[in-house]
């Protein structure tokens, strides 16, 4: 090493701006990518971007992650559409960057990226119908069960002294 690298070291750090410290659990901010307002403007739920990670927040709070914000949208999508039917004014909006990845993937689906988000939406209204489904099949399945503890006797046990199952 010459003589005067610490020199030329000591002239370029002082040339250099000071850096503020990086804090140990500071988080990078959330750009909002995609707004559900109602409306009083006030947002319902939101999609942002946090470093490398989508973020979905409803009612202020996060709900959950990934790395496609695509189903998370139709997600968005489908709520607003609830709403809607409710007789609710909710407002949904995205960014530009969304829409570029709501493009691209419907593109390589061969369809329009109106109906590929429409694809989307239906797979949730109907695991939503599937679910209201199975709610009423098993609101009877628990009414047969009551009827059936009713009619069997209360000593259930078999010859030798063991229960039956």
């Known amino acids: 090493m010459s003589q005067s690298s610490k020199a030329k070291r000591d002239k370029r750090k002082k040339q250099q701006g000071?850096?503020?410290?990086?804090?140990?659990?500071?988080?990078?901010?959330?750009?909002?990518?995609?707004?559900?307002?109602?409306?009083?403007?006030?947002?319902?739920?939101?999609?942002?971007?946090?470093?490398?990670?989508?973020?979905?927040?409803?009612?202020?709070?996060?709900m959950g992650n990934a790395d496609n914000p695509v189903?998370?949208?139709?997600?968005?999508?489908?709520?607003?559409?609830?709403?809607?039917?409710?007789?609710?004014?909710?407002?949904?909006?995205?960014?530009?960057?969304?829409?570029?990845?709501?493009?691209?993937?419907?593109?390589?689906?061969?369809?329009?990226?109106?109906?590929?988000?429409d694809k989307l939406v239906s797979e949730f209204e109907t695991v939503e119908a599937e679910e209201g489904a199975e709610g009423e099949a098993a609101e009877g399945d628990v009414a047969e069960a009551a009827a059936d503890a009713e009619a069997a006797p209360a000593d259930a046990a078999d010859t030798d002294g063991k229960p039956q199952a």
């Open 71 to 117: 189903p998370m949208l139709a997600m968005l999508k489908h709520l607003s559409n609830v709403q809607e039917k409710e007789g609710r004014k909710v407002n949904l909006e995205y960014s530009e960057l969304m829409q570029k990845l709501l493009d691209t993937l419907a593109a390589e689906a061969g369809q329009t990226a109106d109906e590929y988000l």
């Open 18 to 62: 000071k850096r503020p410290f990086l804090r140990l659990n500071a988080q990078q901010q959330v750009q909002n990518h995609a707004v559900l307002t109602n409306e009083d403007g006030q947002a319902v739920a939101a999609i942002g971007l946090q470093g490398r990670e989508w973020l979905l927040a409803i009612g202020g709070q996060t």
